[in-house]
């Protein structure tokens, strides 16, 4: 069990920040953390004889905000309907002035895989061979992945505000 322990202490913190730069909630963040380290507990047997725990770990945790990520905007959607329906002014954004919540924000509007790159790449500070393995890709994909989500995010009108 010293191992399980060891693994949540190592993970945690890079898998907290980055399914918080998917999913922008901190508190669902880390309940997306515990919930993967239950899963990861009740499978220990299977997950301590693979060559990287800490990779499935991180491959559970991704999944399940990119899925909570998905729900949320069904969500908006269904909830924007309703709204135009009943012609209400929207509300102002509350992210209109860019910060580093913008910043996330632009991330989150990537598509699912990318924004999951550049999560683990500057969330949890994971190198491309280690992301390649977290997201189960190849090298070279993760690669691109992490090179278009850059280059969507230069080109961005968000960005180019943040640069100015």
Not at 21 to 36: N, P
Not at 60 to 85: G, M, P, Y
Not at 125 to 139: K, P
């Given at each position: 069990?010293?191992?399980?322990?060891?693994?949540?202490?190592?993970?945690?913190?890079?898998?907290?920040?980055?399914?918080?730069?998917?999913?922008?909630?901190?508190?669902?963040?880390?309940?997306?953390?515990?919930?993967?380290?239950?899963?990861?507990?009740?499978?220990?047997?299977?997950?301590?004889?693979?060559?990287?725990?800490?990779?499935?770990?991180?491959?559970?945790?991704?999944?399940?905000?990119?899925?909570?990520?998905?729900?949320?905007?069904?969500?908006?959607?269904?909830?924007?309907?309703?709204?135009?329906?009943?012609?209400?002014?929207?509300?102002?954004?509350?992210?209109?002035?860019?910060?580093?919540?913008?910043?996330?924000?632009?991330?989150?509007?990537?598509?699912?895989?990318?924004?999951?790159?550049?999560?683990?790449?500057?969330?949890?500070?994971?190198?491309?061979?280690?992301?390649?393995?977290?997201?189960?890709?190849?090298?070279?994909?993760?690669?691109?992945?992490?090179?278009?989500?850059?280059?969507a995010l230069r080109g961005s009108a968000e960005m180019q505000s943040y640069a100015e």
């Amino acid at each position: 069990m010293v191992d399980f322990v060891e693994l949540v202490e190592t993970e945690s913190r890079g898998l907290v920040a980055a399914v918080y730069a998917i999913v922008g909630d901190e508190h669902r963040s880390e309940e997306i953390v515990q919930e993967t380290f239950e899963r990861c507990y009740r499978r220990w047997r299977r997950v301590s004889r693979l060559d990287k725990p800490g990779a499935w770990a991180r491959r559970v945790a991704i999944n399940e905000a990119i899925s909570t990520t998905r729900k949320r905007a069904s969500e908006q959607q269904a909830l924007r309907r309703l709204d135009s329906l009943t012609a209400r002014p929207a509300a102002p954004d509350p992210l209109a002035a860019l910060d580093d919540e913008g910043v996330w924000g632009a991330v989150r509007r990537l598509p699912s895989e990318q924004a999951a790159v550049i999560a683990l790449r500057y969330g949890a500070d994971l190198s491309v061979d280690e992301i390649a393995e977290t997201m189960g890709l190849t090298i070279p994909a993760a690669k691109s992945l992490l090179h278009r989500g850059r280059t969507a995010l230069r080109g961005s009108a968000e960005m180019q505000s943040y640069a100015e």
